[in-house]
């Protein structure tokens, strides 16, 4: 359900509330079921939604066919979300990170940082022309999340990645189609792929937030932000232990 409240968290349309509802079944027992989530958008609909694993036992669908009818009767709307994509799901889960207002940096950086990517263009090209990498791509990475810049998040986010201005659509993407460099596909930051950084190849062993936590053969580690990784020539995805 995380993911799931991510894509909520970002539509800047949602706030969410908690919920539970009441009825009385055909023989006048009360039953009731608290959805996981509610939202009230700002056109003033008013989804309700679970976000299950699986289908659920008798009395979960019981609860959804109930649930269903009293919001169709009340003008709201019930659903039941599937879980995300692992790319999309990953995607959203790494530009959460930088949500906050502090990442988009000093005073009018987004300005310059939207105007970079007016003609869309690779991630790391954009970055680059909008100033030092090490400063922007917070700030990219900011725009991309509040929907200031758009790209397909279906798509591993990468150095190459397209990105356009708000509402663009790549047309010449498919859904699962992209590729990290080193040819490594899907997303390039998961525990136990192996990347070459500063002329040392190193694993992914953890990650937090911004940070990419890496060991070394010898036992080495440190915790470097994507936006360094991202700015080294030698950078290198070179593949996973994990199956």
């Not at 940082?113 to 400063?135: M, N, Q």
């Not at 999340?145 to 663009?168: F, K």
Request: a positive charge; charged letters at 20%.
């Amino acid at each position: 359900m995380r993911a799931q409240l991510m894509v909520l968290d970002r539509d800047p349309d949602v706030t969410g509330r908690p919920g539970r509802l009441l009825w009385r079944n055909r023989r006048g027992q009360v039953r009731s079921w608290a959805p996981q989530l509610f939202a009230r958008r700002s056109d003033g609909a008013a989804p309700l939604a679970d976000c299950p694993g699986h289908s659920g036992g008798e009395r979960a669908v019981k609860a959804s066919e109930a649930v269903t009818q009293a919001c169709a009767d009340i003008g709201w709307i019930y659903r039941r979300i599937p879980p995300l994509d692992d790319v999309l799901a990953a995607n959203l889960k790494w530009l959460a990170g930088y949500c906050h207002p502090r990442n988009a940096g000093r005073p009018k950086l987004i300005v310059v940082v939207v105007g970079a990517f007016t003609r869309p263009r690779p991630l790391i090209e954009g970055t680059a022309a909008a100033g030092d990498p090490i400063e922007v791509l917070p700030c990219v990475f900011h725009a991309l999340w509040h929907g200031r810049l758009t790209a397909d998040l279906d798509t591993p986010l990468y150095e190459r990645i397209l990105v356009g201005p708000q509402g663009w659509s790549d047309p010449g993407t498919k859904r699962g189609a992209g590729r990290a460099r080193g040819g490594v596909p899907g997303w390039p930051w998961r525990v136990g792929t192996r990347v070459r950084f500063c002329g040392v190849t190193w694993q992914v062993v953890a990650l937090s937030r911004q940070e990419i936590h890496l060991v070394s053969p010898n036992g080495g580690g440190q915790a470097v932000l994507a936006e360094h990784l991202f700015t080294d020539p030698d950078f290198t995805v070179i593949g996973t232990d994990v199956p």
